[in-house]
């Protein structure tokens, strides 16, 4: 989006706040999709929800009554997404929402009330699947400010794709036959010790079938290390987007509660076994490889043995196109 917008010769300003602020989770992705240095950078850390979301109302009020911008515009459903649709709609600054119209109907998930109360705040929409349109028309948004454009995300995996260095990872881990791909990091299942011990405990299960590798975000990491996840997963620091992509292109099955890798699995024919009870991203279940299990070992178990096959099919927009079409509706406006 920000190479198509100056492409059509705008010069949007890129702001990092800093939530995420550890070099493996922030600065090596600038470095290897060739983004732009941010030209500030907020620093604002971590925190408590509420803690977090202060800091980072402070600092962007601060910088966009400094800057003036003729619009913000803001990214999936983290805590410096709502702050910046907050700080913005209190200085009456028009607000764009990338990734709109996303909803698991999970009010417990803090990604959820992000999502509702962003879109509640901005007047453009971007949204990637087409029952987001549905969502947002049942919260009455209007049919002008509703744009179905693809996946920004799916740009990236398929602009990269092909230069993923898939055989350098299997040496660099030496793996030599089938494997599959953990992730964990939603506060429901790490912080809740029964419901993580049920996870593991699917995972040991899943780890009779195949190895599993496991690159673990730092939140969590202490709590399921204490839990023994790391008996029967190999437990890896978190990797750059290039390397993450070339060890998931390659392996059987993920196991995952995140909610972008449904997303690249479904691109990539790729089983995703869910370890959640709901997903605000169901074409990857209608129409990709997604299965949702929870926190069921039995189910875990069942769904790595039985690796649901791809449908075959792409959502629709999902071609690498996102971006320009956000651009040109940004550059029309």
């Known amino acids: 989006m920000i190479t198509a917008l100056t492409e059509l010769g705008e ?3 890129l702001v990092h706040t800093g939530q995420h602020y550890d070099r493996a989770m922030s600065e090596v992705f600038f470095d ?12 604002v850390g971590s925190g408590s929800h509420g803690a977090q979301t202060a800091a980072l109302l402070t ?3 601060d910088l966009f009554i400094e800057t003036e911008p003729a619009r913000v515009v ?15 709609a209190k200085l009456q600054i028009p607000i764009a929402h990338v990734e709109a ?9 803090p990604e959820e009330v992000n999502r509702v109360v962003t879109d509640a705040l901005s007047d453009l929409h971007f949204v990637t699947s087409p029952e987001g349109m549905s969502h947002l028309a049942r919260e009455g948004i209007a049919d002008r400010g509703m744009h179905f454009v693809g996946n920004p995300m799916i740009d990236t995996l398929l602009r990269f794709r092909g230069t993923l260095d898939i055989e350098g990872m299997r040496k660099r881990l030496q793996l030599t036959g ?5 992730t964990l990091h939603r506060p429901a299942n790490v912080d809740d010790p029964a419901i993580a ?4 405990e699917g995972l040991r299960r899943a780890s009779r079938h195949l190895p599993l590798i496991a690159p673990i975000h730092p939140r969590g990491r202490e709590r399921l290390t204490a839990l023994g996840l790391g008996e029967y997963v190999t437990m890896l620091d978190p990797l750059g987007y290039l390397d993450f992509m070339a060890l998931v292109s390659d392996s059987a099955v993920v196991l995952t509660d995140s909610g ?10 790729i089983p995703c076994v869910t370890l959640r009870e709901n997903t605000e991203r169901p074409i990857t279940v209608t129409a990709g490889t997604n299965t949702l299990v929870g926190s069921d070992p039995d189910s875990i178990e069942q769904a790595v043995v039985e690796r649901a096959s791809s449908t075959g099919r792409i959502p629709p927009l999902w071609d690498g196109m996102a971006g320009q079409r956000i651009a040109a509706t940004l550059t029309a406006d």
């Open 178 to 182: 089938e494997y599959g791909v953990v």
């Open 32 to 43: 290897e999709l060739q983004m732009p240095e941010p030209e500030r950078n907020l620093g």
């Open 101 to 109: 119209g996303l909803r698991s109907f999970d009010r417990s998930m």
């Open 59 to 61: 600092a962007l009020e």
């Open 11 to 13: 010069r949007p300003m």
């Open 197 to 200: 011990t049920r996870i593991i």
């Open 74 to 88: 803001v990214y999936g459903d983290i805590n410096s997404t709502i702050a910046a649709a907050i700080s913005a």
């Open 260 to 269: 972008g890798i449904q997303e690249e699995t479904t691109v990539l024919g």
